[in-house]
Protein backbone atom coordinates (compact mmCIF):
# COMPACT_ATOMS: atom_id res chain seq x y z
CA UNK A 1 0.00 0.00 0.00
CA UNK A 2 1.14 3.60 -1.04
CA UNK A 3 0.06 6.61 0.92
CA UNK A 4 0.18 9.85 -1.24
CA UNK A 5 0.62 13.24 0.83
CA UNK A 6 0.07 16.53 0.39
CA UNK A 7 1.37 19.29 2.69
CA UNK A 8 -0.51 20.44 5.28
CA UNK A 9 -0.86 23.93 7.20
CA UNK A 10 -2.63 25.02 10.31
CA UNK A 11 -3.97 22.38 11.32
CA UNK A 12 -6.37 21.36 14.24
CA UNK A 13 -5.66 17.47 15.07
CA UNK A 14 -8.32 16.48 17.83
CA UNK A 15 -7.60 12.41 18.31
CA UNK A 16 -7.69 9.69 21.31
CA UNK A 17 -4.36 8.07 21.50
CA UNK A 18 -4.31 4.37 21.11
CA UNK A 19 -3.39 2.11 23.95
CA UNK A 20 0.02 1.70 24.74
CA UNK A 21 2.04 -1.28 23.23
CA UNK A 22 4.98 -1.28 26.11
CA UNK A 23 1.75 -1.84 28.71
CA UNK A 24 -0.02 -4.07 26.66
CA UNK A 25 2.56 -6.70 26.39
CA UNK A 26 3.93 -6.35 29.88
CA UNK A 27 0.18 -6.55 31.03
CA UNK A 28 -0.54 -9.77 28.84
CA UNK A 29 2.29 -11.67 30.28
CA UNK A 30 1.57 -10.72 34.11
CA UNK A 31 -2.18 -11.68 33.39
CA UNK A 32 -0.75 -14.84 31.96
CA UNK A 33 1.44 -15.87 34.96
CA UNK A 34 -1.06 -15.14 37.44
CA UNK A 35 -3.79 -17.62 39.50
CA UNK A 36 -7.05 -17.01 38.51
CA UNK A 37 -8.97 -14.94 35.35
CA UNK A 38 -7.77 -11.07 34.33
CA UNK A 39 -9.47 -8.73 32.62
CA UNK A 40 -7.19 -6.46 30.50
CA UNK A 41 -9.22 -3.29 29.47
CA UNK A 42 -8.23 -1.40 26.40
CA UNK A 43 -5.41 -3.67 25.22
CA UNK A 44 -3.66 -2.30 21.90
CA UNK A 45 -4.47 -4.95 19.19
CA UNK A 46 -1.86 -4.59 16.81
CA UNK A 47 0.73 -7.15 15.03
CA UNK A 48 3.18 -7.21 17.59
CA UNK A 49 0.60 -7.47 20.71
CA UNK A 50 -1.07 -10.44 18.90
CA UNK A 51 2.26 -11.97 18.60
CA UNK A 52 2.52 -12.20 22.61
CA UNK A 53 -0.69 -13.31 22.86
CA UNK A 54 -0.50 -16.38 20.40
CA UNK A 55 3.12 -16.89 22.35
CA UNK A 56 1.50 -17.31 25.87
CA UNK A 57 -1.39 -19.33 24.30
CA UNK A 58 0.75 -21.97 22.49
CA UNK A 59 2.34 -22.01 26.34
CA UNK A 60 -0.99 -22.90 28.07
CA UNK A 61 -2.86 -19.51 29.04
CA UNK A 62 -5.86 -19.42 27.98
CA UNK A 63 -6.77 -15.57 26.43
CA UNK A 64 -10.08 -14.71 24.82
CA UNK A 65 -9.90 -11.25 22.63
CA UNK A 66 -12.62 -8.58 22.33
CA UNK A 67 -13.66 -5.93 20.61
CA UNK A 68 -12.15 -3.67 23.95
CA UNK A 69 -10.84 -6.08 26.42
CA UNK A 70 -8.62 -9.15 26.68
CA UNK A 71 -10.03 -12.07 29.37
CA UNK A 72 -7.07 -14.24 30.59
CA UNK A 73 -6.93 -17.13 32.09
CA UNK A 74 -3.85 -17.40 34.31
CA UNK A 75 -1.44 -20.42 34.53
CA UNK A 76 -0.33 -19.69 37.86
CA UNK A 77 2.90 -19.68 36.27
CA UNK A 78 2.80 -23.53 35.61
CA UNK A 79 3.03 -23.38 31.66
CA UNK A 80 2.03 -26.36 29.52
CA UNK A 81 3.34 -26.60 26.80
CA UNK A 82 3.62 -29.88 24.73
CA UNK A 83 6.34 -31.60 23.58
CA UNK A 84 8.88 -29.08 22.00
CA UNK A 85 7.00 -26.19 20.69
CA UNK A 86 8.28 -23.79 18.54
CA UNK A 87 7.71 -20.00 18.98
CA UNK A 88 8.18 -18.29 15.98
CA UNK A 89 7.71 -14.03 17.11
CA UNK A 90 7.77 -12.55 13.24
CA UNK A 91 9.31 -8.89 14.16
CA UNK A 92 8.31 -8.48 17.43
CA UNK A 93 11.59 -7.77 19.47
CA UNK A 94 9.47 -7.49 22.38
CA UNK A 95 7.16 -10.41 22.24
CA UNK A 96 10.73 -12.23 21.78
CA UNK A 97 12.64 -10.97 24.72
CA UNK A 98 9.93 -11.19 27.16
CA UNK A 99 8.52 -14.68 26.07
CA UNK A 100 12.24 -16.06 26.15
CA UNK A 101 12.14 -15.95 30.42
CA UNK A 102 8.53 -17.21 30.20
CA UNK A 103 9.68 -20.16 28.37
CA UNK A 104 11.78 -21.19 31.27
CA UNK A 105 8.99 -21.72 33.39
CA UNK A 106 7.32 -24.58 30.40
CA UNK A 107 7.82 -28.49 31.51
CA UNK A 108 9.30 -28.97 28.63
CA UNK A 109 12.15 -27.19 25.94
CA UNK A 110 10.78 -24.34 23.94
CA UNK A 111 11.86 -23.04 20.82
CA UNK A 112 12.31 -19.30 19.50
CA UNK A 113 12.65 -18.07 16.50
CA UNK A 114 11.47 -14.89 14.27
CA UNK A 115 11.98 -12.97 10.95
CA UNK A 116 15.48 -12.60 8.98
CA UNK A 117 15.48 -9.27 10.94
CA UNK A 118 14.86 -10.81 14.42
CA UNK A 119 17.90 -13.19 14.06
CA UNK A 120 20.32 -9.83 13.55
CA UNK A 121 19.13 -8.71 16.63
CA UNK A 122 21.21 -9.68 19.47
CA UNK A 123 19.91 -11.19 22.82
CA UNK A 124 23.19 -12.84 24.51
CA UNK A 125 22.91 -10.87 27.70
CA UNK A 126 19.59 -11.81 28.68
CA UNK A 127 20.44 -15.71 27.87
CA UNK A 128 23.66 -14.96 30.18
CA UNK A 129 21.89 -13.41 32.56
CA UNK A 130 19.02 -16.66 32.86
CA UNK A 131 21.55 -19.16 32.63
CA UNK A 132 23.10 -17.45 35.69
CA UNK A 133 19.59 -18.61 37.30
CA UNK A 134 18.83 -22.06 36.59
CA UNK A 135 18.18 -21.93 32.28
CA UNK A 136 20.09 -23.95 30.57
CA UNK A 137 19.68 -21.76 27.02
CA UNK A 138 21.36 -23.01 23.71
CA UNK A 139 21.82 -20.97 20.86
CA UNK A 140 20.96 -23.45 17.36
CA UNK A 141 22.61 -21.34 15.20
CA UNK A 142 25.12 -18.08 15.91
CA UNK A 143 25.49 -17.80 19.31
CA UNK A 144 24.48 -14.19 20.63
CA UNK A 145 21.16 -14.63 18.65
CA UNK A 146 17.98 -15.98 18.37
CA UNK A 147 16.97 -18.51 17.13
CA UNK A 148 17.01 -20.14 20.77
CA UNK A 149 16.23 -23.52 22.64
CA UNK A 150 15.01 -22.81 25.82
CA UNK A 151 15.30 -25.72 28.85
CA UNK A 152 16.30 -25.61 32.42
CA UNK A 153 14.57 -24.14 35.30
CA UNK A 154 14.06 -20.33 36.69
CA UNK A 155 15.37 -21.10 40.07
CA UNK A 156 16.28 -17.84 41.06
CA UNK A 157 18.99 -16.28 43.01
CA UNK A 158 21.22 -13.40 41.74
CA UNK A 159 22.17 -12.32 38.58
CA UNK A 160 23.46 -9.40 36.32
CA UNK A 161 21.94 -8.24 33.23
CA UNK A 162 23.48 -6.12 30.32
CA UNK A 163 21.05 -3.71 29.54
CA UNK A 164 23.20 -1.61 26.97
CA UNK A 165 21.51 -3.03 24.16
CA UNK A 166 17.95 -2.83 25.03
CA UNK A 167 16.37 -2.56 28.83
CA UNK A 168 13.77 -5.34 27.81
CA UNK A 169 16.44 -7.80 28.26
CA UNK A 170 15.75 -6.96 32.35
CA UNK A 171 12.02 -6.57 32.04
CA UNK A 172 11.74 -10.23 30.33
CA UNK A 173 13.38 -11.23 33.29
CA UNK A 174 11.41 -9.04 36.14
CA UNK A 175 8.22 -9.88 34.47
CA UNK A 176 9.22 -13.95 34.92
CA UNK A 177 10.42 -13.49 38.45
CA UNK A 178 7.56 -13.61 40.59
CA UNK A 179 7.25 -17.36 39.31
CA UNK A 180 10.48 -18.12 40.19
CA UNK A 181 11.06 -20.75 42.72
CA UNK A 182 13.25 -18.51 45.03
CA UNK A 183 13.55 -14.89 45.22
CA UNK A 184 15.20 -13.37 42.13
CA UNK A 185 17.81 -10.54 42.67
CA UNK A 186 18.72 -8.36 39.22
CA UNK A 187 21.68 -6.09 39.09
CA UNK A 188 21.79 -4.13 36.13
CA UNK A 189 24.95 -2.99 34.72
CA UNK A 190 25.98 0.68 34.05
CA UNK A 191 24.98 1.90 30.43
CA UNK A 192 21.54 0.58 30.83
CA UNK A 193 19.45 2.19 27.99
CA UNK A 194 15.43 2.94 27.50
CA UNK A 195 15.44 2.96 31.69
CA UNK A 196 11.55 4.06 32.08
CA UNK A 197 10.70 0.89 30.48
CA UNK A 198 11.58 -0.90 33.49
CA UNK A 199 9.20 1.82 35.61
CA UNK A 200 6.45 0.54 33.23
CA UNK A 201 7.21 -3.19 33.84
CA UNK A 202 7.78 -2.61 37.41
CA UNK A 203 4.18 -0.67 37.33
CA UNK A 204 2.45 -3.69 35.51
CA UNK A 205 3.96 -6.01 38.05
CA UNK A 206 2.42 -3.98 41.32
CA UNK A 207 -0.90 -4.27 39.34
CA UNK A 208 -0.48 -7.63 39.52
CA UNK A 209 0.98 -7.83 43.09
CA UNK A 210 4.70 -8.92 42.81
CA UNK A 211 6.37 -8.23 45.82
CA UNK A 212 9.29 -5.98 44.09
CA UNK A 213 11.59 -3.34 46.00
CA UNK A 214 14.58 -1.61 44.12
CA UNK A 215 17.33 0.60 43.97
CA UNK A 216 17.00 2.95 41.56
CA UNK A 217 17.93 1.27 38.14
CA UNK A 218 20.71 -0.24 39.89
CA UNK A 219 19.33 -3.45 41.44
CA UNK A 220 15.70 -4.68 41.65
CA UNK A 221 14.54 -6.84 43.88
CA UNK A 222 11.16 -10.13 43.28
CA UNK A 223 10.19 -11.71 45.95
CA UNK A 224 8.09 -15.47 45.51
CA UNK A 225 4.96 -15.51 45.47
CA UNK A 226 2.30 -15.78 42.24
CA UNK A 227 0.49 -13.14 40.73
CA UNK A 228 -2.48 -11.87 41.77
CA UNK A 229 -5.67 -11.78 38.78
CA UNK A 230 -7.07 -8.65 38.52
CA UNK A 231 -8.66 -5.90 36.18
CA UNK A 232 -6.26 -3.88 34.66
CA UNK A 233 -7.03 -1.00 32.28
CA UNK A 234 -4.04 0.04 29.35
CA UNK A 235 -3.57 3.75 29.73
CA UNK A 236 -2.79 5.20 25.82
CA UNK A 237 0.45 5.51 24.08
CA UNK A 238 2.77 8.61 24.78
CA UNK A 239 4.92 7.39 21.09
CA UNK A 240 2.13 6.65 19.00
CA UNK A 241 0.96 10.56 20.43
CA UNK A 242 3.98 11.53 19.38
CA UNK A 243 3.33 12.10 15.74
CA UNK A 244 0.27 14.02 15.47
CA UNK A 245 2.21 16.81 18.01
CA UNK A 246 4.95 16.10 15.49
CA UNK A 247 2.72 17.21 12.79
CA UNK A 248 0.92 19.94 14.49
CA UNK A 249 4.72 21.24 15.28
CA UNK A 250 5.90 21.22 11.26
CA UNK A 251 2.98 22.36 9.94
CA UNK A 252 1.65 24.71 12.50
CA UNK A 253 -1.42 25.08 13.85
CA UNK A 254 -2.97 22.70 17.20
CA UNK A 255 -2.86 19.19 18.00
CA UNK A 256 -4.93 17.61 21.16
CA UNK A 257 -4.87 14.19 22.19
CA UNK A 258 -6.91 12.38 24.43
CA UNK A 259 -6.22 9.51 26.96
CA UNK A 260 -2.50 10.32 27.76
CA UNK A 261 -2.29 9.98 31.63
CA UNK A 262 -0.28 12.87 33.13
CA UNK A 263 1.09 10.79 35.72
CA UNK A 264 2.24 8.31 33.30
CA UNK A 265 6.00 6.69 34.16
CA UNK A 266 6.26 6.28 29.87
CA UNK A 267 9.62 7.95 29.04
CA UNK A 268 8.22 8.97 25.57
CA UNK A 269 6.58 11.95 27.38
CA UNK A 270 9.77 13.76 26.89
CA UNK A 271 9.17 14.01 23.77
CA UNK A 272 6.87 17.23 24.87
CA UNK A 273 9.55 18.33 26.62
CA UNK A 274 11.99 18.56 23.57
CA UNK A 275 9.09 20.21 21.55
CA UNK A 276 8.84 22.98 24.37
CA UNK A 277 12.60 23.43 23.87
CA UNK A 278 12.09 23.81 20.28
CA UNK A 279 9.43 26.49 20.65
CA UNK A 280 6.09 24.93 20.70
CA UNK A 281 3.41 25.58 23.27
CA UNK A 282 2.54 22.57 25.15
CA UNK A 283 -0.29 22.41 27.73
CA UNK A 284 -0.45 18.92 30.10
CA UNK A 285 -4.21 18.32 31.85
CA UNK A 286 -5.49 15.55 33.79
CA UNK A 287 -5.68 13.17 30.57
CA UNK A 288 -4.68 15.02 27.89
CA UNK A 289 -2.21 17.01 26.05
CA UNK A 290 -2.56 20.05 23.83
CA UNK A 291 0.08 21.47 21.68
CA UNK A 292 0.58 24.92 19.64
CA UNK A 293 2.82 25.71 17.10
CA UNK A 294 3.56 28.64 14.79
CA UNK A 295 5.96 26.76 12.99
CA UNK A 296 9.24 28.64 14.16
CA UNK A 297 11.11 25.89 15.79
CA UNK A 298 14.88 26.27 16.79
CA UNK A 299 17.56 23.25 16.96
CA UNK A 300 17.84 21.34 20.37
CA UNK A 301 20.97 19.43 22.27
CA UNK A 302 19.08 16.88 23.75
CA UNK A 303 19.99 13.14 25.26
CA UNK A 304 17.24 10.81 23.59
CA UNK A 305 18.44 7.51 25.83
CA UNK A 306 15.12 7.38 27.67
CA UNK A 307 12.68 7.65 25.10
CA UNK A 308 13.94 5.92 21.85
CA UNK A 309 10.74 5.13 20.66
CA UNK A 310 10.31 8.97 19.51
CA UNK A 311 13.91 9.81 18.36
CA UNK A 312 13.00 9.12 14.41
CA UNK A 313 9.95 11.47 15.47
CA UNK A 314 12.14 14.18 16.66
CA UNK A 315 14.91 14.36 14.03
CA UNK A 316 12.26 14.85 11.25
CA UNK A 317 11.00 17.30 13.52
CA UNK A 318 14.67 19.01 13.96
CA UNK A 319 14.76 19.07 10.05
CA UNK A 320 12.34 22.12 9.41
CA UNK A 321 14.18 23.65 12.70
CA UNK A 322 16.14 26.92 11.91
CA UNK A 323 19.10 25.73 13.58
CA UNK A 324 21.56 22.45 14.09
CA UNK A 325 20.02 19.76 16.27
CA UNK A 326 22.37 17.32 18.28
CA UNK A 327 20.51 14.27 19.77
CA UNK A 328 22.85 11.67 21.76
CA UNK A 329 21.93 8.24 23.37
CA UNK A 330 20.63 6.77 20.53
CA UNK A 331 23.55 4.08 19.87
CA UNK A 332 20.68 1.28 20.71
CA UNK A 333 18.66 2.37 17.81
CA UNK A 334 20.57 0.65 15.41
CA UNK A 335 19.93 -3.01 16.74
CA UNK A 336 15.60 -2.23 16.51
CA UNK A 337 13.20 -3.63 14.26
CA UNK A 338 15.78 -2.04 11.20
CA UNK A 339 18.82 0.01 11.71
CA UNK A 340 17.15 3.21 12.87
CA UNK A 341 19.86 5.66 12.62
CA UNK A 342 20.55 4.92 9.29
CA UNK A 343 16.71 5.12 8.61
CA UNK A 344 16.62 8.74 9.87
CA UNK A 345 19.90 9.61 7.73
CA UNK A 346 17.90 8.15 4.51
CA UNK A 347 14.41 9.44 5.21
CA UNK A 348 15.56 12.99 5.81
CA UNK A 349 17.72 12.48 3.14
CA UNK A 350 15.55 11.43 0.37
CA UNK A 351 13.80 14.98 0.57
CA UNK A 352 16.42 17.00 1.09
CA UNK A 353 17.35 17.01 4.59
CA UNK A 354 21.17 16.85 5.88
CA UNK A 355 21.83 13.97 8.64
CA UNK A 356 25.61 13.82 10.24
CA UNK A 357 26.92 11.45 13.19
CA UNK A 358 29.44 11.90 15.61
CA UNK A 359 30.67 8.44 16.66
CA UNK A 360 27.87 5.53 17.17
CA UNK A 361 25.88 7.58 20.04
CA UNK A 362 25.01 11.36 18.31
CA UNK A 363 23.71 12.68 15.17
CA UNK A 364 23.06 15.90 13.85
CA UNK A 365 20.46 17.34 12.10
CA UNK A 366 21.10 20.50 9.61
CA UNK A 367 18.99 23.10 8.08
CA UNK A 368 18.80 22.54 4.71
CA UNK A 369 16.04 22.99 1.89
CA UNK A 370 13.62 20.07 1.39
CA UNK A 371 11.94 18.67 -1.29
CA UNK A 372 8.81 15.95 -2.40
CA UNK A 373 10.09 12.30 -2.78
CA UNK A 374 9.59 8.83 -2.45
CA UNK A 375 10.18 7.28 1.35
CA UNK A 376 10.30 3.40 1.75
CA UNK A 377 10.29 2.57 5.21
CA UNK A 378 11.60 -0.93 4.93
CA UNK A 379 8.96 -2.21 7.14
CA UNK A 380 9.81 -0.42 10.02
CA UNK A 381 6.60 1.15 11.49
CA UNK A 382 7.99 3.76 13.25
CA UNK A 383 9.93 4.97 10.07
CA UNK A 384 6.65 4.59 8.13
CA UNK A 385 5.26 7.23 10.57
CA UNK A 386 7.77 9.58 11.39
CA UNK A 387 7.95 9.88 7.38
CA UNK A 388 4.19 10.73 7.28
CA UNK A 389 5.38 14.20 9.71
CA UNK A 390 7.82 14.89 6.76
CA UNK A 391 5.24 14.34 4.32
CA UNK A 392 2.59 16.51 5.43
CA UNK A 393 5.44 19.38 6.30
CA UNK A 394 7.03 19.43 2.61
CA UNK A 395 4.28 17.76 0.39
CA UNK A 396 4.50 15.83 -2.69
CA UNK A 397 5.28 12.45 -1.00
CA UNK A 398 4.86 8.91 -1.58
CA UNK A 399 5.67 6.71 1.35
CA UNK A 400 5.31 2.77 0.09
CA UNK A 401 4.47 -0.39 2.38
CA UNK A 402 2.79 2.46 4.42
CA UNK A 403 0.34 -1.17 6.24
CA UNK A 404 3.53 -1.43 8.23
CA UNK A 405 2.09 0.45 10.97
CA UNK A 406 0.20 -1.72 11.94
CA UNK A 407 2.71 -3.40 14.18
CA UNK A 408 2.36 -0.87 16.93
CA UNK A 409 -0.61 1.37 15.78
CA UNK A 410 -2.96 0.12 13.21
CA UNK A 411 -4.92 2.55 12.71
CA UNK A 412 -2.76 5.65 12.28
CA UNK A 413 -3.97 6.39 8.44
CA UNK A 414 -7.46 6.22 9.46
CA UNK A 415 -6.58 8.77 11.94
CA UNK A 416 -5.00 10.75 9.87
CA UNK A 417 -7.90 10.31 7.52
CA UNK A 418 -10.40 11.39 10.18
CA UNK A 419 -7.78 14.64 10.96
CA UNK A 420 -8.60 15.93 7.22
CA UNK A 421 -4.82 15.10 6.57
CA UNK A 422 -5.28 12.25 3.80
Not at 136 to 150: A, D, E, N, S
Not at 157 to 185: H, K, M, N, W, Y
Not at 272 to 289: I, K, P, Q, S, Y
Request: hydrophobic content about 40%; charged content about 25%.
Amino acid sequence: MEIRLKRAENVDIRVTAPPSKSYTHRALVAAGLAEGESTIERPLSSTDTLITSTGLWRMGVGLEWDKDQVTVIGSGGRLECGSFPELDMGDSGTSFRLLTSVALLCKKPVILTGSKRMQERPVGPLVDALNQLGGRIRYPGKTGYPPLLVEGNLSGGTAAVDSRVSSQFASSILLAAPCADSPVELDIASGLVSRSYLDVTADIMEKFGARLSRDGYIRFRVGTGRYRACRCRVEGDYSSASYFFAIAAVCGGRAEVENLPSRSVQGDRFFLDALGRMGCRVTCHEDRVVLTSDRKLAGIDIDMSSAPDTVQTLCVVAAFASTPSTISGISHLKHKESDRLQAIRDTIGALGGKVSFRGDDTLVVHPAPLHGGVIDPGGDHRTAMSAAVLGLGVGDVVIRDAECVSKSFPGFWEALSEAGLL
